[in-house]
């Protein structure tokens, strides 16, 4: 397939690395100079296991068009609404998002493309300059289809990329909504006290607010199965027990976070089925304040 990947950040660089390996990608970046770097000496991805350096097509955002069999958008969720007059104006290629939170399900709507997926990405990943890239957790990515047909889900899910598979989610709501619990649990939480996510579940008083605020986002979302989606964010906490969330690092490094994607369409929903939500607005709130002292 002829892909184009919007976004040379952490997840655009990791997805570039591996999807060239099978399909013909072109990587759409903001700068000339990462075009330049990347045209120019190429992609290196590190892991713990290996150092992978490959040829990779670059171009400035600029000359993206839609001519080709997919377009992937690796930017984060605040960085959508600039982008939302270039998608606008080309309707034909399918479009594949993968922003954690669910703040751009609203602007999905907005858009003529006849093919929109939506994806879930489970690897970790950290940009170290503008053509090198750290794989810093193994996991899958899910994939569901918002509309259209299945035929491109399949033709990822076919292609046989090692450390990097894709899986087929039924419905779209259940798997953004699974993530969703897990970054509005740990990202806010472990950003405001400046901890790892396992230090989440390890200390007994973070462990309170941890389960308060998992009820409090059930009650938003109306998940039935809440035993099991209880698991799975404590599961991914102890997985990811020494990592820390992005939203840490984004205060840490003076960035915008995506409390708006995650906290903030919890508290539009809170409002609009009046459901009383008084630890998820503390909890935006403090992160807020925190963007502004930190000058993110
Ligand atoms: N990193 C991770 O491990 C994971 C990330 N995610 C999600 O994936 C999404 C992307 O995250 P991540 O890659 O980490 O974010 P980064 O901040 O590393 O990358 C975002 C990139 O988008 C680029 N960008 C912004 N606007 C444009 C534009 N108009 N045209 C072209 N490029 C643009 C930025 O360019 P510039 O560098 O010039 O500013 C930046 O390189 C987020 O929603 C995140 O939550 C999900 C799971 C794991
Ligand atoms: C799963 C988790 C919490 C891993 O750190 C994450 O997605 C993030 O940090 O944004």
Not at 281 to 286: G, I, K, P, T, V
Request: proline share 2%.
């Amino acid at each position: 397939m002829k892909i184009s990947i919007i976004g040379g950040g952490s997840i655009g660089l990791l997805f570039a690395h591996y999807l060239n390996k099978y399909h013909h990608v072109t990587l759409y970046v903001r700068s000339e100079q990462q075009a330049r770097l990347l045209s120019s000496s190429g992609l290196i991805m590190q892991s713990d296991q290996t150092e992978d350096h490959q040829t990779i097509q670059a171009d400035v955002i600029h000359n993206w068009t839609d001519e080709n069999d997919l377009t992937i958008l690796a930017v984060k969720q605040y960085h959508l609404s600039d982008l939302m007059e270039k998608l606008g104006s080309q309707t034909g290629s399918p479009l594949l998002f993968l922003q954690n939170g669910m703040g751009h399900l609203s602007i999905l709507q907005e858009l003529k493309q006849k093919e929109i997926l939506l994806g879930v990405v489970e690897h970790g990943a950290l940009k170290v300059n503008g053509n090198t890239v750290i794989h810093s957790g193994f996991g899958k990515t899910k994939l569901a289809k918002y509309k259209g047909s299945n035929e491109l889900v399949h033709e990822l899910l076919s292609s046989p990329i090692v450390n990097f598979s894709f899986t087929l989610e039924n419905n779209y709501l259940f798997m953004l909504q699974e993530k969703l619990v897990v970054n509005a649990v740990i990202n806010p939480i472990t950003a405001i006290l400046k901890i790892r996510n396992g230090e989440l579940v390890e200390n007994k008083d973070f462990y309170i607010v941890f389960q308060q605020m998992f009820h409090e986002v059930v009650k938003v979302l109306n998940i039935k199965d809440i035993d099991h989606t209880f698991s799975y964010l404590e599961s991914v906490c102890r997985q990811t027990a020494a990592n820390r969330s992005s939203m840490v690092k984004d205060i840490e490094e003076g960035r915008p976070t995506e409390i708006d994607a995650i906290l903030g369409y919890l508290l539009d929903e809170a409002r609009r089925k009046k459901i009383h939500t008084p630890l998820t607005a503390s909890l935006f709130h403090l992160i807020k304040g925190l963007e502004e002292k930190e000058g993110n």
